[in-house]
């Protein structure tokens, strides 16, 4: 049982390049996220989304693109990188069910670093 | 809206000592607290959860937490900080309904002296 992956574990871009961070779950949750980490900043969402072809926003959006074509997984996408951007990303996911006993389930991270 | 404050951005403290991070919320309705802990390097993992019930919450690794819903606050407590316990803690508030998404606080980084 795998839990939350997220891939790459580390990318550095150029400013100006796009990519796209993969977060996979296989626990058949609903709900899913993307926080990003800075340092003295905590961790802070970026977007959601509560079930499979919907997604909304979070406190810090901008500058990126998120999609759940999938149930199980929700893709981050940053179409022009800036150099604000160079964060660590985190994957979340939870289920309304079983939210009281289990909460969250976090991915490893992704550290992203643009140049 | 939700809000977590965690006043305390760097706290030393020395090994065996005991140790108090604080929490503050807002939150308009009962809510549902979190401690959690990383390491460096490392990803989040959860410390303990307070849902209802008992105010005195037991977690893993020695940790506990007290909810005060007169003072907003949810303290996270060690009697005796042991050198691994050197990593940054982070609480968050969400609602009961698990509906809407955390909301963490800036994070307190613990360091640990001999």
């Known amino acids: 049982n795998a839990g939350v992956t997220q891939t790459p574990k580390f990318r550095v871009l150029k400013t100006g390049q796009s990519m796209t961070l993969l977060c996979a779950q296989d626990?058949?949750?609903?709900?899913m996220y993307w926080y990003r980490q800075d340092p003295g900043m905590g961790l802070r969402l970026i977007h959601y989304s509560v079930g499979e072809g919907t997604t909304a926003k979070g406190e810090v959006p901008d500058g990126y693109n998120v999609s759940r074509l999938k149930k199980q997984n929700f893709l981050l996408g940053l179409e022009s990188a800036a150099p604000s951007q160079t964060s660590v990303y985190f994957c979340?996911?939870?289920?309304?069910?079983?939210?009281?006993?289990?909460?969250?389930?976090f991915g490893s991270g992704t550290r992203l670093t643009v140049v | 809206a939700q809000s977590v404050t965690q006043p305390d951005i760097h706290i030393t403290v020395s090994e065996g000592a005991s140790l108090e991070l604080r929490c503050n919320y807002s939150y308009g309705a009962t809510p549902y607290l979190f401690w959690y802990v990383q390491s460096p390097g490392q990803g989040l993992q959860l410390l303990l959860k307070y849902f209802s019930g008992d105010t005195l919450v037991q977690g893993i690794k020695g940790f506990e937490a007290e909810f005060k819903r007169s003072q907003s606050s949810f303290n996270l407590r060690k009697p005796s900080v042991h050198w691994s316990d050197a990593a940054e803690y982070f609480c968050a508030v969400g609602a009961h309904s698990g509906n809407t998404p955390l909301v963490f606080g800036k994070g307190t980084r613990l360091s640990v002296i001999a």
């Open positions: 979340a996911s939870s289920q309304l069910r079983d939210f009281e006993a289990y909460g969250y389930t």
């Open positions: 626990m058949n949750h609903e709900y």
